[in-house]
Nanobody, 121 residues
Framework: QVQLVESGGGLVQAGGSLRLACVCSGCTFSSLTMGWFRQAPGKEREFVARINYMGSITNYADSVKGRFTISRDNAKNTVYLQMNSLKPEDTAVYYC??????????????WGQGTQVTVSS
């Protein structure tokens, strides 16, 4: 059974840093693209970052580029999101998800329960 569990959220002042982690059990982790998303109160969930199975290709939302870094450790089935220079607008529940190709279409099919990140001004 596939399970994703995020950790590392919390309360931080603007300009501070946090590192989120997501462990994927029951996954063929080393063959998967993994992604981070977030959802702020009253807003739709949005893409934050993704990383390919080797960790050689990363993509970021414009809003976090240069501040956030996604990485992975395939030996630990874990994907990370290092968040620096945090802003109040980064406040959200952060989710990790695994991406599968289904009938040629990439889909995020399993999601974690989320971890709250709150940035105070």
């Amino acid at each position: 059974q596939v399970q994703l569990v995020e950790s590392g959220g919390g309360l931080v002042q603007a300009g501070g840093s946090l590192r989120l982690a997501c462990v994927c059990s029951g996954c063929t982790f080393s063959s998967l693209t993994m992604g981070w998303f977030r959802q702020a109160p009253g807003k739709e969930r949005e893409f934050v970052a993704r990383i390919n199975y080797m960790g050689s290709i990363t993509n970021y939302a414009d809003s976090v580029k240069g501040r956030f870094t996604i990485s992975r450790d395939n030996a630990k089935n874990t994907v990370y999101l290092q968040m620096n220079s945090l802003k109040p607008e980064d406040t959200a529940v952060y989710y990790c998800a695994r991406r599968q190709i289904v009938s040629g279409v990439p889909q995020y099919d399993y999601w974690g329960q989320g971890t709250q990140v709150t940035v105070s001004s």
